[in-house]
């Protein structure tokens, strides 16, 4: 099909808006209302489980969209030179992907994040994979919103995105010694579930759930977004184990070896979901791998394999009988027995901490309602004019931050916990072996 049939055009006319249009995504009426999945002590079968045959099939038909999508934006790629368009304020990270810098745009100043991928290093359809992703996963208010202006030098690929001015979970657990306060891993909790659920309707799996991809808007997490679609792919896509195992993935992932791949399921970002939680909570990991010999995943295990629970392990002491719960099903070892994300939404009003039992924690009232501070929203005529605007009617290019830290190279040095288990560093890897481009 060439550039100008109809229906690519037309195609490309919903992309700028950053949309998956709705005669391939079907659109949910409500994230508010979970279904039910089978608790860990129970069997699953049917559509019981966190994926199921209808979300196979819609990822073959997302995957042709995807591929139409590519082929318009890679037929329509802007070539200039960086200079041209942008000024570089400094450098907000770099690795293998690239470099993330703060941009400035000439013709109207509005402050951005330039993702830039060196063409030595990066396919073209890596780059309008990931790109064409997130710049379709934009409409969602905890998604991190892509502008649609994707380009090529002579040597780069590069995209800008908007900036999150309060750095990301890293930055600010690294004061704090115990975790975060629990009113703001809620607050967390609320808005990733919400992004996951979206995600996963339109059976993409987001691949690296961790606390240097959720960025911030304000230091007390009233508005949080998950960003670096670098990994995302449809449910159904063979990938491998990553190399050097973090504490995230789930043990059906950490087996693997050699050339063995596993089907990407949403059940690997809702475990990952949870241990990214018990982080927030704790200010370490729960362990170093999830696998054996590794100790505090082996008495996790057993833990978990129960019929009746009895005493949590380690670490996990701390949380009441509530949050116990719902991390028992967040991160169930059969990753059929998973729950989806967004019935965290569930245990919200509940106490997470032992020690806050007894204390009122609030509801998903005031205390928990998302915002986007006023301090980082622009005027509307302010806004990029290579940005698009969501059916919501949130224009792209309205948050403007003075910068963002995320992608940083550097490591975060906390302080351990009690029982030496690792803590939360930053992480520079960006090895996937394995990738389906």
Not at 185 to 214: G, P, T, W, Y
Request: hydrophobic share 30%; charged share 20%; with cysteine.
């Amino acid at each position: 099909m060439t550039p100008g049939q109809t229906e690519p055009i037309a195609q490309e006319r919903q992309v700028t808006t950053g949309e998956w249009p709705d005669t391939v995504f079907p659109r949910d009426s409500s994230l508010t209302a979970p279904a039910e999945k089978c608790p860990p002590d129970q069997g699953c079968t049917g559509e019981q489980g966190t994926s199921s045959a209808g979300n196979l099939e819609d990822a073959e038909d997302n995957e042709e969209f995807l591929e139409q999508l590519m082929s318009i934006t890679s037929h329509n790629l802007l070539q200039l030179e960086v200079e041209d368009k942008y000024s570089i304020t400094k450098e907000l990270g770099s690795g293998s992907y690239g470099h993330v810098l703060h941009v400035q745009q000439r013709e109207k100043g509005t402050p951005m994040a330039l993702k830039l991928m060196p063409k030595e290093r990066t396919g073209r359809r890596e780059f309008l994979r990931e790109y064409c992703i997130a710049l379709c996963l934009s409409s969602h208010h905890a998604l991190l919103r892509t502008t649609s202006s994707a380009f090529e030098t002579s040597t780069h690929y590069g995209f800008t995105q908007e900036l999150a001015p309060a750095g990301d979970l890293c930055t600010i657990l690294n004061s704090e010694q115990d975790g975060l306060p629990e009113m703001q891993v809620k607050r967390c909790a609320a808005q990733l579930a919400e992004a996951l659920d979206f995600m996963h309707s339109k059976a993409l799996v987001h691949r690296d759930i961790k606390l240097d991809n959720v960025l911030l808007f304000d230091k007390e997490c009233r508005l949080v977004k998950l960003g670096d679609f670098g990994l995302t792919r449809l449910e159904g896509t063979p990938v491998a184990a990553m190399s050097g195992t973090l504490p995230y993935s789930p043990p059906e992932l950490c087996v693997l070896e050699g050339t063995e791949t596993l089907a990407l399921d949403s059940s690997l970002d809702v475990w990952a979901f949870g241990v990214l939680l018990f982080c927030l909570c704790t200010g370490c990991f729960p362990w170093d791998v999830a696998m054996s010999p590794d100790p505090q995943y082996e008495g996790f295990g057993i833990w978990q394999n129960r019929t009746v629970p009895g005493e949590a392990p380690g670490l996990w002491k701390g949380f009441s009988t509530h949050a116990l719960d719902m991390f028992r099903r967040l991160m169930a070892i059969d990753p059929n027995r998973r729950s989806p994300a967004i019935e965290v939404h569930k245990y919200l009003p509940l106490p997470w901490r032992v020690d806050t039992c007894g204390e009122t924690q609030g509801s998903q009232g005031d205390s928990l309602k998302v915002e986007e501070p006023e301090a980082c929203l622009g005027s509307p005529a302010e806004a990029d004019t290579d940005t698009g605007s969501s059916p919501q009617g949130n224009r792209l290019g309205q948050i403007q931050p003075e910068l963002i830290v995320s992608e940083k190279t550097h490591t975060i040095q906390m302080q351990p916990n009690p029982g030496s288990n690792p803590t939360p560093q930053k992480d520079s890897r960006q090895a996937e072996p394995g990738l389906q481009p």
